[in-house]
């Protein structure tokens, strides 16, 4: 007995031991280098943010909305949601990301991987719009998106018609993306903030479906703080996301801050184990962003707030999900 104690307590010694030395290295999938008024920080921060956090590598995209200071509202509004102004499609932002990371020295740049996503998705137009800036700026981008669809109170405040993640110019998107190799960040809640059942999930899985060729990362997997604050707890994610990761091979999921919390880690920050095995079983389906929006001094706070839940999976899974993952699903250099 005595014997099997002390086995079982170098053991634990050993594994509380080997988590405590990983030090990760991350990517982060999900950046946003502006914020819903187009400001940025700056790529200096930026920088300092990324090699403070040890992320070596970042995917790093625009807000493809403005919010309107509207001439009723009696302050400048902070964020989308601050006001009742609305917001517009907003092109220019994809400039923003590409005149920042042409003044970088190549090292620098080379650890960007820019996203376009300055379109309308409501616009059959959009696709050509997104040939021309593929054509004007060669070589540059390596992906689409954040696409904003159902989006909490955004959708509701977007001028023009909501768009849906199956609409016909979202599917020409698509279609463009796989001719490009090109990888799709979609933002489309799996519900509405008052029903307690995925209302809009068809609307993410019918491109799934239809799109084979399209790798898709589905933004917080659907999930989003807002949902949280009215209902905590989605019952229906964990057996729906099963499904659909074994349904198609073409699905990867952001993990970004509304799925850490309260998904992966409980109230305590201890790692929930129906999720641990989920991301074990699909080893190189999912991914970490930030998802910061144009200030980055939370950069590393948001990644390494996976770390609990990194240290619960087997090392090389973790490493994948912290860094490898992204990288591998963005184009195959030509
Ligand atoms: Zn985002």
């Known amino acids: 007995m005595v014997v099997r104690g002390l086995g079982w307590l170098v053991v634990s010694m050993m594994v509380l031991g080997s988590a405590q030395a990983r030090e990760y290295r991350y990517s982060d999938a999900h950046l946003h280098y502006v914020d819903f008024f187009q400001e940025s920080a700056g790529m200096d921060e930026l920088l300092k943010a990324m090699d403070a956090a040890r992320i070596d590598q970042s995917m790093i995209s625009g ?10 509202e009696p302050k400048r509004p902070r964020y989308y949601a601050g006001d009742d102004a609305d917001a517009y499609w907003y092109s220019a932002t994809d400039i923003y990301v590409a005149a920042a990371l042409q003044k970088l020295p190549e090292p620098q740049r080379r650890r960007f991987h820019p996203f376009l996503t300055g379109f309308n998705p409501v616009d059959k137009n959009a696709a050509a719009h997104v040939e021309r ?11 689409i998106g954040e696409v904003f669809t159902r989006h909490d109170d955004l959708t509701a405040l977007t001028s023009g018609d909501t768009p849906r993640a199956n609409n016909e110019a979202l599917t020409l998107i698509y279609h463009l993306a796989a001719e490009h190799d090109m990888p799709v960040l979609v933002h489309s809640n799996i519900t509405s903030k008052r029903e307690r059942n ?5 609307e993410i899985e ?11 990362i589905w933004a917080h997997a659907g999930t989003s703080m807002e949902i949280h604050r009215h209902q905590a707890q989605l ?30 880690l409980d109230d305590q920050g201890v790692p929930r184990a129906e999720w641990v095995a989920l991301v074990e079983r699909f080893p190189e389906r999912f991914m970490l962003g930030s998802d910061v929006v144009g200030r980055f001094n939370s950069l590393g706070e948001q990644l390494h707030g996976f770390d609990p839940f990194l240290d619960a999976l087997p090392a090389e899974v973790a490493q994948r999900v912290a860094r490898d993952n992204f990288l591998a699903i963005l184009p195959k250099p030509r």
Not at 63 to 72: C, I
Not at 198 to 202: F, S
Not at 206 to 216: G, K, M, S, V, Y
Request: charged share 15%.
């Open 206 to 216: 019918t491109p799934l479906r239809n799109h084979p060729h399209t790798r898709f």
């Open 235 to 264: 019952d229906f994610l964990l057996p729906t996301l099963t499904r659909m990761l074994e349904a198609y091979p073409n699905l990867y999921i952001d993990l970004s801050w509304s799925v850490l919390q309260p998904y992966l």
């Open 198 to 202: 995925p209302l809009y999930l068809a």
């Open 63 to 72: 807000v493809s909305v403005a919010k309107k200071w509207h001439e009723d």
């Open 133 to 143: 800036m593929l054509e004007l700026y060669p070589g540059v981008w390596q992906g």
